[in-house]
């Protein structure tokens, strides 16, 4: 998750970010930037594996790993420290903070000045309470600002007074600063619920979420605001609906209740969560089944589901769009506290946004450990989450790995429901397709569609979308016949709002219909995908669909091949894919 991030700040456009993770790692380091000599700092990573991906292994560079224990090399892999051998490692164990950078660090946080003995001797006293440690100095100093900011005579007088006098707390740790913030009652009842949130950003809704029905947006957001100017949270600074977090692990921590006081504010942040990205799948994927639907079975409440709606497309793509970074953060948060249901359910339902919007390394870094957790427990149906990561690994044309977790999911879908198997049928069928294995490929979306024929009631959905697949097959096996007669059977199956399957039923017509000679009425049909992949802003295979067009027309007319091409450059670019841009143009240069 954090090289994927790395890379995105280093200008690598989303749908380049490998959703293969040992991908993102070859990325990073042949990438010009970190050839050239770099310094990185790794701030308290968990284990050395964490920090494994940064360690800069070019001449001239530097790593610096952060934390509070010494991390053994040891414990890698071969392969890890084969990666590894040029780096030269050194531990170096750093003291406390002395006295007097102490000192300078209390009075520049604190923003004050010492006038006189008595403020000297004030000062002392938080240097040596905090003992070398800048984490107390910083919370120190947060106490005089804090004071000022309610307008106290003396903040430092008042900030001592409260630490060392009767509200001083034992062995000088950082006090509650829901006592000492001057925030009323609802305010610090505020801020121990969202503490409770993920280590992310969030929105004034999930605020309101958290209070409860009938609370005033504009009510919680000056609460929220009150909170920004004690300190306690931050604004973010982008354009839109306001973002806060916590500033500092430290400051979330301060506000953490007891795990018995917490209640249920965890499972109805998710909740939060799940309303939107529900919502937003029912809009962008209409008609997709849920494991929910076929076992009637959900971890969350069913006033989740009804909780939120999307107008349009567009408002649910940027409902989510906002929330990404936050989505994969509370989804890995759920894993760690053991709640995988709820996190298996949420990783279903944000498979929408994220295949339209190309967002494939967030399902390995959301699913990934979300199956390692879960495995062999049978807490979960994992098939479906398989499939899902599959279909991350094609796009990131790592076939190994697409067919590994496709054969998974068909083996865990052995005794499960109908749709399940097919779904597993499906996902193998795309990878011996994509191998050119037309027969293996037909075969299976041929059993697949036999089982959504079977079913009862049948899934209109399910079952085009193998028919569509089967025909396609067919194609590209040379099968034109059997491959028109299933492609115009599966047309016949849309219901007017798939758009995603739409698109892809014209282009696959489209195809047939360039093999058949009948190119007048292949361009009709690319023009019927590229208007429905526009309703889904998908423009990545906007561009996918004027390539093909190109191809169509290149014999017949080169200038308007041309012209195709330059409109999916535009396609490509507004997508942000970089390489099927770098593709176009070296197309048109030739």
């Not at 609802?186 to 999930?206: E, I, M, N, W, Y």
């Not at 529900?278 to 076929?294: I, N, T, V």
Request: with cysteine.
């Amino acid at each position: 998750m954090a090289v994927a991030q790395f890379l995105r700040l280093m200008g690598v456009p989303e749908a380049d970010v490998p959703a293969t993770p040992e991908r993102r790692w070859e990325m990073l380091h042949r990438s010009a930037r970190w050839r050239s000599g770099v310094a990185v700092m790794v701030d308290a990573p968990r284990s050395i594996t964490e920090a494994l991906p940064f360690l800069a292994t070019s001449p001239g560079s530097l790593t610096v790993v952060t934390g509070s224990h010494r991390f053994d090399l040891r414990t890698l892999g071969r392969e890890d420290l084969r990666r590894i051998r040029h780096v030269d490692w050194e531990d170096v164990t750093l003291q406390g903070l002395s006295d007097a950078d102490a000192t300078t660090m209390f009075l520049q946080q604190a923003k004050i000045a010492v006038d006189g003995e008595r403020d000297r001797v004030r000062v002392a006293d938080f240097v040596s309470a905090a003992r070398g440690n800048p984490g107390l100095i910083a919370d120190y100093a947060f106490d005089v600002v804090t004071e000022r900011l309610l307008r106290t005579g003396d903040p430092l007088a008042a900030a001592h007074r409260h630490t060392f006098g009767a509200a001083a707390v034992p062995g000088h740790q950082p006090r509650d600063r829901a006592d000492f913030a001057g925030l009323t009652g609802d305010r610090r009842a505020l801020a121990v619920l969202l503490a409770q949130h993920p280590d992310s950003d969030f929105g004034v809704d999930l605020a309101v979420s958290l209070l409860g029905p009938g609370t005033d947006p504009v009510e919680v957001r000056a609460r929220l605001d009150v909170l920004v100017e004690r300190g306690v949270l931050v604004r973010g600074a982008g354009e839109g609906p306001p973002r806060y977090r916590f500033p500092t692990r430290s400051m979330r921590s301060t506000f953490l209740p007891d795990p018995e006081q917490a209640g249920d504010t965890p499972e109805r942040v998710l909740a939060h969560y799940y309303a939107i990205a529900y919502a937003a799948h029912r809009r962008l994927m209409p008609g997709r089944w849920l494991q929910r639907d076929l076992d009637g079975w959900s971890a969350f409440p069913d006033g989740a589901r009804a909780a939120r709606s999307f107008a349009t497309v567009e408002e649910a793509r940027r409902a989510l769009s906002v929330e990404r970074r936050t989505l994969v953060r509370v989804v890995l948060d759920a894993v760690e506290t053991g709640r995988h249901a709820m996190a298996a359910e949420l990783c279903e339902v944000l498979w929408a946004s994220w295949f339209l919007s190309g967002s494939f390394a967030d399902v390995v870094d959301a699913q990934a450990p979300l199956v390692r957790a879960t495995e062999g427990t049978h807490r979960l149906e994992p098939a479906r989450l398989h499939v899902q990561t599959a279909i991350a690994y094609r796009r990131d044309r790592n076939g190994a790995e697409a067919r590994r977790e496709a054969a998974l999911a068909l083996e865990l879908a052995e005794d499960a429901h109908p749709l399940v198997r097919l779904t597993a049928l499906d996902a193998l069928a795309d990878v011996e397709a994509d191998e050119g294995r037309y027969d293996a490929a037909s075969g299976h979306f041929a059993a697949a569609t036999r089982i959504a024929e079977g079913m009862d009631p049948v899934d209109p959905r399910a079952l085009h979308i193998m028919v569509r697949k089967e025909g396609l097959a067919h194609l590209g096996a040379g099968r034109l016949p059997e491959a028109e007669r299933l492609i115009l059977r599966a047309l016949g199956l849309l219901p007017e709002d798939d758009h995603q399957n739409r698109a892809r039923t014209h282009k696959a017509l489209a195809d047939l219909r360039v093999y058949q000679g009948r190119l007048d009425e292949a361009l009709e049909e690319y023009d019927g995908a590229v208007a429905s992949h526009r309703l889904l802003g998908d423009q990545r295979r906007v561009g996918d669909v004027y390539v093909a067009r190109a191809d169509a027309v290149a014999d017949r007319d080169p200038d308007a091949a041309r012209a195709e091409l330059g409109r999916a450059l535009e396609a490509y670019e507004a997508a942000e894919a970089v390489r099927e841009a770098a593709e176009v143009r070296a197309r048109i240069g030739a």
